[in-house]
DNA sequence: AGGACTCGGATACGACTG
DNA sequence: CAGTCGTATCCGAGTCCT
């Protein structure tokens, strides 16, 4: 919908509050939840109280809303929001000598002290400062606007749906509008910000600015909104459209090609950035559809890094990458446990039939473990009798044992497990980092050589360099790839909120000499805002990849407490990735 | 119906530190 | 001696396959 058309109309509605429609003529009658009692000659202070409500229910100030209403009529409600956002930027305020509104979600902090961006950890006193605030009321129309939808996107979608429609079927409901052709129903049109008028520069100066604080409320309201998701995808009648196939080869994969595989796109899905997403294949049922919907509908590519390793890492990826044409990385690291550890074959039992290990987790058998099995196995002569095989071969299998003497298995060490997953050895060592956070990291990164045969493609469009938004950066899989790949990493902007996970991947990017820059400041990627992208873009150019695997703390079925899907107190920062890769697409489109 | 698999979390406790 | 840190030891369920 084209929201400057008159003959379109909109709506939007609180959760709580009275909502209007404006239709074709331009005056705002109650719909919905609002009376239509009334005497007619009434109507017009109805309207206007209605609309001075429904604003101040908003947060914005009762006075300058009444001003405000009244300054554009009541019936121009997007005139109205449009004003009453840029008035409650500062700089506007002070600008026209009235005192500044400060809204009770905009964190008062230095933004135009990032100039030179050399220091973005000031984000983190953001955060702080904003831990301290009080929530406000949100309309869905200004969560959706927040997150970078376009006022007539969004007020198609609303106008379209039923008053209880969630914020999660709307942006499905935007999402395939964006996807369909463009209709004079739904013309495909530049987000809030980028429509020109002539004093265009100005009002995005103030757009932005407000839109730090929009961005930030959309974050935390967005969390309670999800409930709402959760209790969708996790219903049994929720048509879970995506099957996690049981043959894990994604679009093929080095021995198990799939010949003449040809995948379509949808337009709106194609770079640039090229972008790549990644987490555990088996989260909760319609946990991939819900991604996939957030993610332009694009098709998982769902890859058992079995392929590529000795051990089991099955995870789905979307990513708008090309698919042809892609290479492993060489030599080809060994496939089976003897090949990957031929010293532990002397003492594999035959009863223990595992050729490859399964997922290498966070968590690690510990010593009494081992030692139960060393007593459980001694003191039989040949093998142990069938029922202990099988408790052994559990255990084995539960926690990726490995057979060290007779009768005796162990945890894999940190070092094996990083060059199973692609990592140079030692590459988690040192730094103060402990066994137990060694293995955290490990157990949450990428596994390197699936990642790189994924990214080869990119090695012929980037010759000269890429440059990389990579967030959840973890101990650097991704740029590991890229670099053993051959592709320069000409700027790199690794968001992670794990300090030792940030000092390994420093202590790689300096033990490697990279040429290019490195920016990991940015801790937490719910403070990667679009001025600050804005700034990164301005300093750094262009994305040309946004990569990154959002927790699956709350996805993943080992976690036996918080299983509560992508609203989960980790897993809900699967939205974050959305709204940043949508943020840098709309830049590019801008520039 | 039963087996197999899963980028985990909370808590207690002991070692260490200032 | 209190606080911090690292380790050990517990804790099932969802889902798919056979």
Same mark, same amino acid.
């Given at each position: 919908?084209?929201?400057?058309?008159?003959?379109?109309?909109?709506?939007?509605?609180?959760?709580?509050?009275?909502?209007?429609?404006?239709?074709?003529?331009?005056?705002?009658?109650?719909?919905?939840?609002?009376?239509?009692?009334?005497?007619?000659?009434?109507?017009?202070?109805?309207?206007?109280?209605?609309? !001075?409500?429904?604003?101040?229910?908003?947060?914005?100030?009762?006075?300058?809303?009444?001003?405000?209403?009244?300054?554009?009529?009541?019936?121009?409600?997007?005139?109205?929001?449009?004003?009453? @956002?840029?008035?409650? &930027?500062?700089?506007?305020?002070?600008?026209?000598?009235?005192?500044?509104?400060?809204?009770?979600?905009?964190?008062?902090?230095? +933004?135009?002290?990032?100039?030179?961006?050399?220091?973005?950890?000031?984000?983190?006193?953001?955060?702080?400062?904003?831990?301290?605030?009080?929530?406000?009321?949100?309309?869905?129309?200004?969560?959706?606007?927040?997150?970078?939808?376009?006022? *007539?996107?969004?007020?198609?979608?609303?106008?379209?749906?039923?008053?209880?429609t969630s914020i999660a079927d709307l942006m499905d409901y935007i999402s395939?509008?964006?996807?369909?052709?463009?209709?004079?129903?739904?013309?495909?049109?530049?987000?809030?910000?980028?429509?020109?008028?002539?004093?265009?520069?100005?009002?995005?100066?103030?757009?932005?600015?407000?839109?730090?604080?929009?961005?930030?409320?959309?974050?935390?309201?967005?969390?309670?909104?999800?409930?709402?998701?959760?209790?969708?995808?996790?219903?049994?009648?929720?048509?879970?459209?995506?099957?996690?196939?049981?043959?894990?080869?994604?679009?093929?994969?080095?021995?198990?090609?799939?010949?003449?595989?040809?995948?379509?796109?949808?337009?709106?899905?194609?770079?640039?950035?090229?972008?790549? =997403? /990644?987490?555990?294949?088996?989260?909760?049922? *319609?946990?991939?559809?819900?991604?996939?919907?957030?993610?332009?509908?694009?098709?998982?590519?769902?890859?058992?890094?079995?392929?590529?390793?000795?051990?089991?890492?099955?995870? *789905?990826?979307?990513?708008?990458?090309?698919?042809?044409?892609?290479?492993?990385?060489?030599? !080809?690291?060994?496939?089976?446990?003897? /090949?990957?550890?031929?010293?532990?074959? %002397?003492? +594999?039992?035959?009863?223990?039939?595992?050729?490859?290990?399964?997922?290498?987790?966070t968590c690690y058998g510990s010593a009494l473990e081992t030692e139960r099995?060393?007593?459980?196995?001694?003191?039989?002569?040949?093998?142990?009798?069938?029922?202990?095989?099988?408790?052994?071969?559990?255990?084995?299998?539960?926690?990726?044992?490995?057979?060290?003497?007779?009768?005796?298995?162990?945890?894999?060490?940190?070092?094996?497990?990083?060059?199973? @997953?692609?990592?140079? %050895?030692?590459?988690?060592?040192?730094?103060?980092?402990?066994?137990?956070?060694?293995?955290?990291?490990?157990?949450?990164?990428?596994?390197?050589?699936?990642?790189? =045969?994924?990214?080869?493609?990119?090695?012929?469009?980037?010759?000269?360099?890429?440059?990389?938004?990579? @967030? =959840?950066?973890?101990?650097?899989? &991704?740029?590991?790839?890229?670099?053993?790949? *051959?592709?320069?990493?000409?700027?790199?902007?690794?968001?992670?909120?794990?300090?030792?996970?940030?000092?390994?991947?420093?202590?790689?990017?300096?033990?490697?000499?990279?040429?290019?820059?490195?920016?990991?400041?940015?801790?937490?990627?719910?403070?990667?805002?679009?001025?600050?992208?804005?700034?990164l873009v301005d300093y750094c150019g262009e994305f040309d990849l946004v990569?990154?695997?959002?927790?699956?703390?709350?996805?993943?079925?080992?976690?036996? +407490?918080?299983?509560?899907? @992508?609203?989960?107190?980790?897993?809900?920062? =699967?939205?974050?990735?959305?709204?940043?890769?949508?943020?840098?697409?709309?830049?590019?489109? /801008?520039?």
């Open positions: 919908m084209d929201d400057t058309d008159s003959s379109d109309s909109w709506d939007f509605q609180d959760e709580d509050g009275p909502c209007f429609s404006s239709n074709g003529s331009n005056s705002v009658i109650p719909s919905r939840g609002a009376s239509m009692c009334g005497a007619e000659g009434s109507t017009s202070n109805q309207s206007r109280s209605n609309a !001075i409500s429904h604003f101040t229910e908003m947060g914005f100030a009762e006075d300058l809303v009444i001003k405000t209403v009244d300054e554009k009529g009541e019936e121009n409600t997007e005139a109205i929001l449009e004003t009453l @956002l840029a008035y409650t &930027a500062p700089e506007e305020c002070a600008s026209r000598g009235e005192p500044v509104l400060s809204h009770p979600s905009s964190p008062e902090f230095e +933004w135009d002290s990032f100039d030179d961006l050399s220091d973005f950890s000031d984000a983190e006193s953001c955060l702080q400062n904003e831990e301290n605030l009080e929530p406000v009321p949100e309309t869905k129309m200004m969560q959706l606007v927040a997150m970078g939808f376009s006022i *007539g996107e969004v007020s198609a979608a609303i106008n379209s749906s039923d008053p209880d395939a509008a964006q996807m369909a052709e463009p209709t004079s129903d739904h013309p495909r049109e530049l987000p809030f910000e980028g429509r020109g008028t002539p004093d265009v520069k100005k009002k995005k100066l103030v757009k932005q600015e407000f839109q730090r604080g929009r961005e930030i409320r959309a974050w935390r309201s967005s969390r309670k909104e999800e409930m709402e998701k959760r209790k969708r995808y996790l219903s049994p009648v929720e048509d879970d459209f995506i099957k996690i196939p049981q043959l894990m080869i994604g679009f093929g994969v080095p021995r198990h090609p799939r010949i003449g595989f040809k995948r379509k796109l949808p337009d709106v899905a194609i770079g640039p950035p090229y972008f790549y =997403f /990644e987490n555990v294949a088996l989260a909760p049922k *319609g946990a991939w559809s819900s991604i996939s919907r957030s993610l332009f509908n694009i098709e998982p590519e769902f890859v058992d890094s079995k392929y590529f390793c000795a051990a089991a890492r099955k995870r *789905g990826y979307i990513h708008n990458l090309p698919t042809d044409n892609r290479f492993p990385l060489l030599p !080809i690291p060994p496939l089976t446990i003897a /090949e990957a550890l031929p010293l532990s074959s %002397r003492w +594999w039992p035959s009863w223990d039939v595992r050729k490859q290990f399964n997922c290498l987790l099995i060393r007593k459980d196995l001694e003191g039989w002569q040949g093998d142990p009798p069938e029922h202990i095989q099988k408790r052994v071969l559990n255990k084995c299998r539960k926690w990726n044992f490995v057979w060290t003497a007779k009768n005796s298995v162990a945890p894999l060490l940190p070092e094996e497990v990083e060059l199973m @997953l692609g990592y140079p %050895r030692n590459h988690t060592r040192g730094g103060g980092t402990s066994q137990a956070e060694r293995y955290k990291s490990l157990g949450n990164s990428f596994q390197v050589n699936t990642v790189a =045969f994924h990214l080869s493609v990119l090695k012929n469009r980037f010759p000269n360099g890429i440059s990389v938004l990579s @967030l =959840f950066s973890g101990i650097g899989g &991704a740029e590991i790839a890229l670099h053993q790949l *051959g592709i320069p990493l000409r700027f790199v902007v690794a968001v992670e909120i794990s300090e030792v996970s940030r000092n390994i991947f420093r202590g790689w990017w300096e033990n490697t000499d990279q040429k290019g820059v490195l920016i990991d400041n940015i801790t937490d990627v719910t403070m990667l805002t679009a001025d600050k992208i804005e700034k990569i990154g695997g959002s927790p699956c703390n709350n996805l993943t079925g080992s976690n036996r +407490w918080h299983r509560d899907g @992508l609203d989960g107190k980790q897993s809900v920062l =699967f939205y974050d990735y959305c709204r940043i890769l949508n943020t840098v697409k709309r830049l590019m489109r /801008e520039n």
